[in-house]
């Protein structure tokens, strides 16, 4: 058996929703009184359990709001579990939204830098791979232009490019594919099958059932927060599709 | 005790390795800022200049005042100002002004308001230059006590940056802090004896400023090295690095008890 590389047990993650619409003073005051002016609970995600082995490759699905996107947050340690362990071995490529981190100020050039840094690359890792994470972004004659003149499909390479480029044991994709032409969809594929091949851990989030039973194996279905199934990519996305949750 | 001693183990490994992201960060923030000038860098010295000169031309003109080598007076008062107020505003906005980051990736928190703090005293240095520039076309003499120049910069900076610590912590949390912050800084003003001497107001006030205003332990020594040519006063020091010590301590003890939860906030 490869070693484990997360490992959840029991977790619950919650969010302070911060709602904004209070009915006058009385309303006001009494929220001040119960303590939620500034925080509402709301249960974001309920007691998951997950235990992923290295090279493994998991598909997350379940509707909007289900929690997904939290469960990768979680796994990628940018929230902590309110209940539960997390514990995680390895380094993580989070890729939760394409270009996180990216200064529209700033060339390519100077992101590339600033994004790998971010992701935890060394400068000389970043200064090493720089012309591989150029090339599969197809940015080359753009290098010196200030990143919010970029096409938003140039922007969505880049992010991809670099965080692959950036060889963590666990690659996270919250629905990478979603933007970019199919030509930049397969590349990404391609991308993510490589990594795979060559021991990378990858958590995968996609509202495309077919392009999660192409890249993963196995497969955990969300479900307002709390795991309806996991298991083999096939049954879980089928369930799912069953349930009628999926929209076919 | 031995957490503490790993904890602080953590934070230094910790620090070293984001140090290539900090210089990154800190060299952002100037180039955002001067880049798309014409003038570009230039700016950093011409616009405290340039603000010195017109405070200098309104104060000497329509007030006469009887401050000998007033450009000089001014700018060590407005300088310290800029430095702490400004600065501190920069760092209290960094943590809530990156939050769209901190929601996306796992760097610790804390690199933000040091970033900030670090562009502005680069800023900082950029006036320096300024102020030399005033120095010598005043034809301003000056003595050995220029050495403990760096000291007055020192607790001039820890203060700044407990300060701006502590506001940024708060304004997670609170958003008011932000709005506070800046009509305060605007009673700050007019509450330091920046160009006009002590000695002009009232005798309680006097007291009143120079005992609880920390501004006033530092542009009192600022002006000590520069103007009277004497080393700074050991009790003003003594203060001015205790009030800024206190500062940071209170600060990281508020970060370290948010740190967990600030995430649900920004």
Known sequence: ?248 | MNRIWTSVRLTVTNCIRYLPLLKNLIARELKKKYRSTMLGYAWCVLNPLFVMLIMTAVFSNMFRNSIANFPVYLFCGRMIYSLATGGAAGILRSLRGNGSLMRKTRIPYYIFPVASFCSAMVDFFFTLIAFALVLLFTRTPLSIHVAAFPLVVLQVAIFTFGLGMLLAVCNVFIQDISYLYNIFTVAWMYLTPMFYPLSSLSEPMQHLISTFNPLYYYIAQMRGIFLDHVWPDRQLMLLGFSVGIALVVVSLLAYSKAKNTLILYV
């Open chain 1, 1 to 248: 058996m490869e070693k484990i590389v997360v490992s959840i047990q029991d977790a619950s993650v919650r969010y302070n929703l911060a709602t904004q619409k209070r009915h006058g003073l009385k309303d006001y005051l009494q929220a001040l009184k119960r303590r939620e002016l500034l925080f509402q609970e709301f249960i974001a995600l309920k007691d998951i359990s997950l235990t992923v082995r290295q090279g493994e490759s998991w598909g997350i699905v379940g509707k909007n709001g289900s929690g997904k996107s939290t469960l990768l947050k979680l796994i990628t340690g940018i929230l902590r579990p309110y209940k539960g362990t997390v514990s995680v071995n390895g380094t993580v490529a989070p890729l939760l939204e394409l270009g996180a981190g990216f200064d529209g100020d700033l060339t390519g050039r100077e992101n590339i830098m600033m994004n790998g840094l971010i992701l935890g690359m060394t400068e000389k890792d970043i200064r090493a791979r720089f012309d591989e994470i150029v090339d599969f972004a197809e940015i080359e004659t753009f290098l010196d232009v200030p990143l919010k003149n970029y096409s938003s499909g140039m922007k969505s390479r880049l992010g991809f490019s670099i965080a692959t480029c950036a060889r963590a044991d666990i690659l996270i994709a919250d629905e990478v594919l979603a933007t970019g032409d199919k030509a930049f969809q397969l590349k990404c594929e391609e991308r993510m099958q490589e990594l795979l091949a060559g021991g990378t851990t990858l958590l995968f989030v996609s509202h495309s059932s077919a392009a999660v039973k192409r890249m993963c194996q196995k497969a955990l279905w969300l479900d307002a927060g709390e795991m309806r199934m996991t298991g083999d990519v096939g049954e879980v996305v089928q369930a799912y599709e069953g349930s009628g949750q999926s929209g076919k």
